[in-house]
């Protein structure tokens, strides 16, 4: 199965069908274009509605050749088998996606790329997601890229735990937590690849990488097949309040129950990654590959703080590096 590839969720059948329209004769201003229209719905195997997307996407080469994809899509409220991991069935709500990104042209010796999204919900979840790229070719045997990369948004509710409590009926004898997660990452990639002659390649890959999420507003599930919430300190008389790094809480205040307890799951991470490969075709057939790794990474749990010039210019610094030396030889014999 690892061989087919990742797949990140089973019990789903799909459907879909696109009605598009192509336009192959240069113009003005365009080469080519196409644009599509597309309706996707999802089922479980319970025969639950899990998707009901509609879209539009399309892309166009410019007379300049430059190029362009876009793509929009809404989804209206549909059932959320996964939201309480196992638990019962949620209501996810309705939301919207769009994206579009823009490449100039790639025979240049300098290319540019840049890739924007915007989603949202109906529930008041949102992320934005920005990807601007540089590449540079001066010459056929040397290529430089760097990507940057941010993304930041709001999820509506994030599961944070699960409590067994008979008197929480409604959801089934077990009170599952959520929290609005608050989450930024920002990224930056860099790539080399130079051919020194035939027989003698050189590739270098960097990115460092630092995220930071943030829950606010703890609140439970009020019951199954909603995406409705009893917030915590406000609703049905419950209270919140925290002893260190822990949370503590009454969930029903006209009805005794078992006191919920949860750790702070604020936190930021960050992470750097290189990777140099040397190769060389030391005889016809018979290649030698030198290959150096380095990572570096740090976790802080209860800080969510977002701080790029503490993680990537001082903390990641001082983190403690595993470095790995690969050599592998290969040897041509000819029968």
């Not at 790639?106 to 989603?119: I, N």
Request: glycine content about 8%; cysteine-free.
């Amino acid at each position: 199965m690892n061989d087919l590839g990742f797949q990140n969720r089973v019990d789903r059948i799909s459907a879909a069908a696109a009605l598009g329209y192509k336009w192959t004769k240069s113009g003005r201003t365009l080469r080519q274009a196409n644009a599509y229209l597309q309706v996707a719905p999802s089922w479980n195997y319970d025969g639950d509605p899990i998707d009901r997307r509609i879209g539009a996407f399309g892309y166009a080469q410019f007379r300049n050749f430059w190029f362009a994809d876009w793509s929009a899509a809404y989804t209206p409220r549909v059932v959320d088998d996964r939201l309480t991991r196992g638990g019962p069935l949620a209501v996810k709500p309705a939301g919207w996606f769009t994206s579009a990104d823009l490449t100039t042209d790639t025979r240049r010796v300098l290319t540019a790329y840049a890739f924007a999204s915007v989603q949202g919900d109906e529930a008041g979840g949102w992320a934005v997601n920005l990807i601007p790229q540089l590449t540079l070719r001066p010459s056929t045997a040397l290529s430089l890229s760097a990507t940057a990369g941010y993304v930041a948004g709001r999820a509506a509710a994030q599961f944070v735990t699960r409590a067994t409590d008979s008197t929480a009926t409604a959801t089934l004898g077990t009170r599952y937590v959520f929290a609005a997660l608050s989450q930024r990452q920002a990224y930056v990639t860099l790539r080399a690849n130079a051919t020194f002659s035939p027989t003698l390649s050189f590739q270098l890959y960097a990115q460092p990488f630092a995220f930071a999420g943030d829950y606010s507003n703890f609140k439970e599930l009020r019951a199954r097949k909603t995406f409705a919430f009893n917030l915590y300190g406000r609703d049905n008389g419950s209270t919140i309040g925290r002893v260190g790094n822990t949370y503590v809480v009454e969930p029903d205040g006209a009805v005794p129950g078992d006191t919920l307890r949860f750790t702070d799951p604020d936190f930021r991470t960050r992470a750097v990654k290189v990777n140099a490969v040397l190769r060389w075709e030391y005889r016809p057939g018979s290649t030698l590959f030198i290959v150096w790794t380095q990572s570096r990474s740090g976790y802080v749990p209860y800080d969510a703080g977002f701080d790029l010039e503490r993680d990537f210019r001082r903390e990641l610094l001082r983190d403690r590096p595993t470095n790995v030396l690969l050599v592998k030889l290969n040897y041509w014999m000819s029968m």
